[in-house]
Nanobody, 116 residues
């Protein structure tokens, strides 16, 4: 079972951009899905975007073209989330997750705060 580590969170002004990175340790075999989820204070965790090992992306409706998830073919263990046009509603802890046929694993999360 791999372990995940996120990076790239921080404080950004409304309208700004951030790129989150996630790297999985160890080897990943077979079909899998990596993705980004977020949890705001007093709210349930929600899916932001996912991408399969065949590079098919899925986005939550609230993304509305502002975010892009990517997974380079050169590094099957990495997934990125480019976030543009951020607004205060995007403030949350962002988590990376991998789902395989055998297990799922979560990263510890990275805080994103959108505030002026």
């Amino acid at each position: 079972q791999v372990q995940l580590a996120e990076s790239g969170g921080g404080l950004v002004q409304p309208g700004g951009s951030l790129t989150l990175s996630c790297e999985a340790s160890g080897s990943i075999f077979g079909f899998n899905v990596m993705g980004w989820y977020r949890q705001a204070p007093e709210k349930e965790r929600e899916m932001v975007a996912t991408i399969t090992s065949t590079r098919t992306p899925v986005y939550a409706d609230f993304v509305q073209g502002r975010f892009t998830i990517s997974r380079p073919y050169a590094d099957d263990n990495a997934v990125y989330l480019q976030m543009n046009s951020l607004n205060p509603d995007d403030t949350a802890v962002y988590y990376c997750k991998i789902q395989t046929r055998e297990y799922e694993s979560w990263g510890p999360g990275t805080q994103v705060t959108v505030s002026s």
